[in-house]
């Protein structure tokens, strides 16, 4: 059975940073590429970053320049560095795993996390 599991949210004062982390168990993700999306109260959820098999990266442009995805293949493990967070960065954030397609699509994306919350004050 295929797992993603996320951790690493939680609750901050803006301009602060938080890492999530999604571990993946039940299946080797090593070549397929993994991403973060996030939903918002009230919004679709939408896309955040991703990283290829290869190391390849790619954010959204809300997040370039605080953001950063990285990957342990070894541990099977995604991460997200969120520095100079804002209040608008609060949301849901999901993992996702084995994408098929366009990187910053929900559809293209096979397996899913849970979520974990961020919440970012003023």
């Known amino acids: 059975q295929v797992q993603l599991v996320e951790s690493g949210g939680g609750l901050v004062q803006a301009g602060g940073s938080l890492r999530l982390s999604c571990a993946a168990s039940g299946r080797t993700f090593s070549r397929y590429a993994m991403g973060w999306f996030r939903r918002a109260p009230g919004k679709e959820r939408e896309f955040v970053a991703a990283t290829t098999s290869g190391g390849a990266t790619y954010y959204a442009d809300f997040v370039k320049g605080r953001f950063t995805i990285s990957r342990d293949h070894a541990k099977n493990t995604v991460y997200l560095q969120m520095d100079s967070l804002k209040p608008e960065d609060t949301a849901v954030y999901y993992c996702?795993?084995?994408?098929?397609?366009?990187?910053?699509?929900?559809?293209?994306?096979?397996?899913w996390g849970q979520g974990t919350q961020v919440s970012v004050s003023s």
């Open positions: 996702a795993a084995e994408a098929y397609g366009s990187l910053d699509r929900v559809p293209s994306y096979r397996y």
